[in-house]
């Protein structure tokens, strides 16, 4: 007797903190201290993106304490970085013992804007555009370079056939006469270069992924001459496919994103293109004003370039010393553009680059879809299960179908309590645990049945059968546990979520068979069913 | 109600029926295995792009986008490789599946211009708000480590049972049930090959599913062997088996039953993106459960008819 007090004290308990969890979930306005704990929908469901980031040490030479530190550091900046940018509740994480970082941005539209945000280095620097002179050498120097070494380059092919260069325009204007030699030679880089409006220095936008490969192939730019090195311009965001400027600069930085004190977004109200549209104010502290007041009054008709991450966003030419530290960069902006360089400016440049390895982006529609869908899966499967279990069960079969709602609300209920994430794997592992949910009950039943039919009394029966069905129920299902521990261990976010609702249904569905639906047996048949038990 | 009363059916003498069949489905997977080099992985395990795009007409007398046209579109912006494939949407909403390797490197951005193209070529098909549904870019080495987490995470829950069933029953029922596993693991993934479907994250997730599922279907009927072996001391293994398999199948045909039913309903309404792993699912529970009744009794019997010729048969020892 004092067992069966305490067996019903257990199911009390269960049943109140479950209730407790589940309530807030269907009755709406609920004292908030009520709704504190609640259950979050994954990505997958509200839609929102997730990227994964490694940070690149590939070509640095930080030792691994300076390591540890670039990464913390990243990991502050890039959090930085988004809290500016302003999405609700994102999520930002260091996986454990490696240089990733993962992100999630939830309800995210355009993952695209937050990626190019959160994977720029931000290494603002301010150089030299090389002379004419230069300029001239460097294209000599790449395209005999290239010409020697086009088996290399297979990808330049269309560039080497001499028939094709006739309408070459003589890039730097110089008016000396080629002669036969020079003739004979396809100018390889100074086609790709020309844009097929015949701009030099520019680079049509099918020709961009060649150009793009060479400037990360090491051996063209050991080919460089010395001192000098070939940028991109930025590209324009009204027009992404049109053709990009190329510079060719010096290497050394005059002054750098350290010197910076602080960076705006402004509004130009010009009528000329140059001064309408959004633009960037860049001010600098004391000591790299001080610098830039040198170097502009010393350089007076150069071009000064402003590169951000190795692209040069404009070049504009020294036209007086810049005495205050302030500097505009213009150029093309959309409002978005303008605000996310700024961002990215403020927080701070990144101490080694990091590359987005992993991205994965939910649209709302899809998240929407698959609630509604995954919930009219989960009521059509309920409405059989428990439909079935009473026609072939009779009453057993409705006490069966307690123990499959109960089920299904524990899980929901253990979920929000433990304040977990709800994704469509886990409404997977939901779903299926509703079948399996009754195979306790069956296995219990079948049980039963045959003790019935071997003649034993109903009480009897039902003990027994319930006594027997617990030790096979019991290695039928921790064998289920074992798989779904392991689910959990190895699973990234959704599989970990299909993984954790199994377990909890496991379990709720073990303590609902065995021991609830024990209880109102019991009650039932010392009660009711003393002569006949519907089974 | 009842389906069946007391069965007397006589699954063991039919062990070598089942065996070949189960040989035949499983060669025909091996076969497809083969010519098609490996399962195909998704872009979990392979690094790629994948993306589920909505084309629905946006402007008034705007027609369907067709498929070839995409094709075009990304052949001339460089992306040549792409699988492009419709699929059904609800309330004739046009959605379009694309799946393409990274052009250049991460960097480059391919999921982007892919979307850039579209909305430049297909602007009448394209409302910003809700073009994308899907969009994953996986680097290569992710996937790499992905596949290497996924072995590595099949062989400790494989590891895990068989130690759990040698301590609970013993050796060959461990044994057996593993043997079953691997039958039903091999046929689900035959299956995908045959049909071209794609063997991605959360199907390696549905497969350890389907290995506790059969597992909990094998050792429900194991259990009874256990019992019916301490009964029936007598009688030969094979027919206390057999006998252990009639007294079980009740159970067996109605676990599966509400268990198939329930994953049908997320098969059918689940939406897109459950639906692979609702099918390997499904495909799990009828293999599971035939497994669990001609595979894994049918071995043992196979392994202590073996014994008894070495010994000297049951009834004459006892």
Request: glycine share 8%.
């Amino acid at each position: 007797m004092r067992n069966r007090k305490m067996r019903g004290l257990i199911i009390l308990v269960v049943l109140l903190v479950t209730a407790y969890y589940f309530l807030p979930l269907v009755v709406p306005n609920l004292p908030s201290f009520w709704t504190t704990k609640r259950l979050k929908l994954g990505l997958d469901l509200q839609g929102g993106s997730q990227i994964q980031l490694e940070v690149d040490f590939t070509n640095s030479e930080l030792s691994v304490k300076e390591r540890e530190d670039a990464i913390k550091t990243a990991y502050e900046i890039i959090r930085n970085r988004i809290d500016q940018f302003g999405v609700a509740e994102p999520l930002i994480q260091r996986v454990a013992n490696t240089n990733r970082i993962i992100i999630q941005l939830p309800g995210l539209k355009d993952p695209s804007r937050a990626k190019d945000l959160i994977g720029k280095t931000a290494m603002l620097e301010f150089k030299f555009v090389a002379s004419s002179e230069q300029m001239q050498e460097t294209y000599e120097t790449m395209d005999k370079f290239l010409q020697e070494n086009i088996e290399k380059y297979e990808f330049l092919e269309e560039f080497s056939d001499i028939n094709e260069t006739d309408e070459v325009v003589d890039v730097l204007g110089t008016e000396e006469e080629m002669d036969d030699e020079s003739y004979n030679n396809a100018m390889i880089f100074t086609d790709l270069t020309t844009s097929e409006t015949g701009m030099p220095l520019q680079i049509d936008y099918k020709h961009l992924a060649k150009l793009k490969s060479l400037l990360k192939d090491p051996l063209f730019l050991q080919n460089i001459p010395t001192g000098l090195q070939i940028a991109l311009g930025k590209d324009n965001k009204h027009d992404p496919y049109s053709a990009r400027d190329i510079y060719i600069l010096h290497k050394s930085a005059e002054i750098t994103g350290k010197s910076l004190d602080n960076a705006i977004t402004k509004i130009g109200q010009g009528y000329t293109a140059k001064d309408k549209g959004p633009y960037i104010m860049l001010e600098f502290k004391k000591t790299g004003a001080k610098k830039f007041k040198n170097i502009t009054g010393q350089n007076i008709g150069e071009r000064l370039a402003v590169i951000l991450d190795n692209i040069v966003f404009i070049a504009p030419t020294i036209e007086s010393r810049i005495p205050d530290g302030q500097a505009r960069i213009t150029g093309n902006f959309t409002i978005e553009e303008c605000h996310d360089l700024v961002i990215v400016l403020n927080a701070g440049s990144l101490p080694a680059p990091v590359n987005i390895i992993e991205e994965r982006t939910v649209g709302p529609t899809l998240g929407s879809d698959s609630i509604k869908a995954g919930i009219l899966a989960a009521l059509i499967g309920m409405a059989f299960v428990i439909l079935f279990m009473m026609i072939y069960y009779g009453l057993s079969g409705l006490f069966a179908d307690i123990a499959v709602i109960v089920n299904v609300t524990f899980i929901i209920a253990v979920m929000t309590m433990l304040e977990g994430t709800l994704t469509m794997p886990g409404i997977a592992g939901m779903i299926l645990t509703i079948g399996m949910a009754v195979d306790a009950n069956v296995i219990i039943f079948e049980r039963i049945r045959e003790y019935l039919e071997a003649g034993k009394t109903i009480r009897s029966a039902v003990d027994s059968g319930f006594r027997r069905a617990l030790v096979t129920i019991l290695d039928a299902n921790i064998t289920t546990l074992i798989t779904a521990l392991v689910l959990y261990q190895f699973g990234t976010g959704p599989i970990k979520g299909f993984a954790v609702t199994l377990s909890i249904g496991i379990v709720g569905s073990m303590f609902a068979s065995i021991v609830l639906v024990k209880a109102i047996f019991d009650g039932f048949v010392t009660n009711t069913a003393k002569d006949k038990l519907s089974i | 109600m009842r389906f069946f009363g007391k069965t007397k059916i006589d699954f063991i003498g039919k062990r070598r029926i089942a065996f070949a069949i189960s040989l035949v489905i499983i060669l025909a997977g091996i076969v497809s295995l083969v010519i098609n080099k490996g399962p195909k992985y998704s872009i979990d395990f392979t690094g790629g792009v994948a993306m589920e795009l909505e084309l629905t007409p946006v402007k008034e007398g705007a027609q369907a986008v067709d498929i070839q046209a995409i094709r075009d579109a990304l052949i001339n912006a460089g992306i040549e490789d792409a699988e492009i494939q419709e699929i059904k949407g609800a309330e004739g909403k046009q959605l379009v599946l694309i799946k393409t390797q990274i052009v250049g490197d991460m960097k480059d951005k391919t999921s982007t211009k892919v979307i850039d193209v579209i909305k430049k070529q297909f602007p009448d098909n394209v409302d910003p708000a809700t073009l994308i549904r899907l969009q994953e870019e996986v680097g290569p080495k992710i996937g790499e480590e992905l596949k290497g987490k996924a072995i590595l995470a099949i062989f400790w829950a494989l590891l895990g049972i068989i130690l759990y069933i040698w301590w609970r029953f013993e050796l060959t029922f461990g044994l057996a049930a593993v043997a079953a596993l691997f039958h039903d693991v091999l046929i689900t993934i035959g299956i995908f090959s045959l049909l071209g479907k794609d063997i991605s994250l959360s199907i390696v997730a549905a497969l350890l599913t389907i290995v506790g599922y059969s597992l909990n279907d094998t050792i429900v009927v194991f259990d009874r062997v256990r019992e019916d072996l301490k009964l029936y001391r007598k009688e030969p293994y094979g027919s206390v088996i057999n006998h252990s398999i009639n007294e079980t199948l009740s159970r067996t045909i109605i676990t599966s039953l509400t268990t198939f039913v329930v994953v049908l309903s997320l098969y059918i309404f689940g939406g897109s993106v459950i639906h692979d792993f609702a099918f390997a699912l499904l495909v799990g529970v009828v293999v599971g459960t035939y497994s669990s009744i001609f595979v894994a009794s049918p071995l043992m019997v196979e392994h202590f008819n073996k014994k008894e010729k070495k010994l000297g048969s049951r009834t004459k020892k006892k």
